[in-house]
């Protein structure tokens, strides 16, 4: 098992910043694709960002690329996402997920941190 707890959601003016942070226990966490995904009310998940189990290959959607910077640390067993210039469409609630490097399913989920972006 692997948890995870997201933290750093909070309330911000457009064109602001936030980074969440997203901290794991339970295995052995550089094992571990980690990636970043978000729900606004009345809308389904979606994909935000992702990154590979040693942070050289990152990728983002259309609508963060740019803006948007996925890091961890594996030291740390921390993964970040810094938004910069936010905009009011980006209020959502923020999950981190994990998923062994050999899979395709997101397996383990934090329990989310919500970010509201005030226009």
């Known amino acids: 098992q692997v948890q995870l707890v997201e933290s750093g959601g909070g309330l911000v003016q457009a064109g602001g910043s936030l980074r969440l942070s997203c901290a794991a226990s339970?295995?052995?966490?550089?094992?571990?694709?980690m990636g970043w995904f978000r729900q606004a009310p009345g809308k389904e998940r979606e994909f935000v960002a992702h990154?590979?189990?040693?942070?050289?290959?990152?990728n983002y959607a259309n609508s963060v690329k740019g803006r948007f910077t996925i890091s961890r640390d594996n030291a740390k067993n921390t993964v970040y996402l810094q938004m910069n210039s936010l905009k009011p469409e980006d209020t959502a609630v923020y999950y981190c997920?994990?998923?062994?490097?050999?899979?395709?399913?997101?397996?383990?989920w934090g329990q989310g941190t919500q970010v509201t972006v005030s226009s």
């Open positions: 339970g295995r052995t966490f550089s094992d571990y694709a």
């Open positions: 997920a994990a998923r062994l490097a050999s899979r395709s399913v997101w397996e383990y």
């Open positions: 990154i590979n189990w040693g942070g050289s290959n990152t």
